[in-house]
């Protein structure tokens, strides 16, 4: 059995490149972050960070309000393809930032809201990601993230790292039901809200083929003062 450690992450930037610059995953905003986007967004925001932001389907919402966007992810064919994507439609794109996470520097408490949607899951250490994420905003400022269950498609698929990790595709899948998260979260956020939902997927080419069904815990949390 592979350590977390050992687990590859090239999957992600060879999905992308097979995509040819076509929009990934369905290509829309995720339906949670347009439901709740007012509640995300805290009064007055300006600056915003997609962490994992992929080809940018998330990042849109925000630039579309005209607000400064950092759109970070460890593909850097996934941020060519969300660059070319703002040229073609006449948008300026958000600040690309291609690399791990965990080893880019950015200086603290510097952006009002944060998002990492189907992506804490993947990291090495979901703890690590969300509490550096968490110290990335000013106090007041929210996070909105999901993780995805143990009921949802992907689990059990791939190598078993543990009880509950998975190895699938050169990509790493943690799962957690909605208390595992809040036993998680940095002591200096405050839940907004929290849910467990469902949700139908479309063909997603040779990474998971066919239409299939996923379950995530959503969040909003917020940073205290």
Same mark, same amino acid.
């Given at each position: 059995m592979a350590s977390v450690s050992q687990v590859s992450h090239d999957g992600w930037d060879r999905y992308y490149q097979e995509q040819e610059g076509a929009r990934a995953w369905n290509g829309v905003p995720d339906a949670f972050l347009l439901?709740?986007?007012?509640?995300?967004?805290?009064?007055?925001?300006?600056?915003?960070?997609?962490?994992? =932001? @992929? !080809?940018?389907?998330?990042?849109?919402?925000?630039?579309?309000?005209?607000?400064?966007? $950092?759109?970070?992810?460890?593909? #850097?064919?996934?941020?060519?393809?969300?660059?070319?994507?703002?040229?073609?439609?006449?948008?300026?794109?958000?600040?690309l930032? =291609? @690399? !791990?996470?965990?080893?880019?520097?950015?200086?603290?408490?510097?952006?009002?809201?944060? $998002?990492?949607?189907?992506?804490? #899951?993947?990291?090495?250490?979901?703890?690590?990601?969300?509490?550096?994420?968490?110290?990335?905003?000013?106090a007041g400022g929210r996070i909105a993230f999901n993780c995805f269950t143990s009921n949802d498609v992907a689990f059990g698929q791939g190598e078993r790292l543990g009880a509950n990790r998975f190895s699938y595709r050169d990509t790493l899948f943690t799962f957690m039901a909605e208390e595992e998260v809040h036993a998680i979260l940095p002591d200096f956020v405050t839940v907004i809200r929290s849910e467990t939902r469902r949700w139908e997927e479309p063909d997603h080419g040779s990474y998971r083929s066919g239409t299939h069904t996923h379950e995530a815990c959503f969040f909003i949390v917020e940073r205290s003062s």
């Open positions: 439901e709740h986007l007012d509640s995300i967004l805290p009064y007055k925001a300006a600056k915003v960070i997609d962490v994992a =932001a @992929g !080809d940018g389907r998330n990042s849109e919402p925000f630039l579309d309000r005209g607000l400064q966007v $950092v759109s970070t992810d460890l593909s #850097p064919a996934a941020l060519v393809s969300f660059r070319n994507r703002c040229r073609t439609e006449g948008k300026v794109p958000p600040v930032i =291609a @690399g !791990d996470f965990f080893a880019l520097d950015f200086a603290p408490e510097q952006f009002d809201c944060a $998002v990492c949607f189907n992506s804490i #899951p993947h990291f090495d250490s979901p703890a690590q990601a969300l509490d550096k994420i968490a110290r990335l905003l000013v």
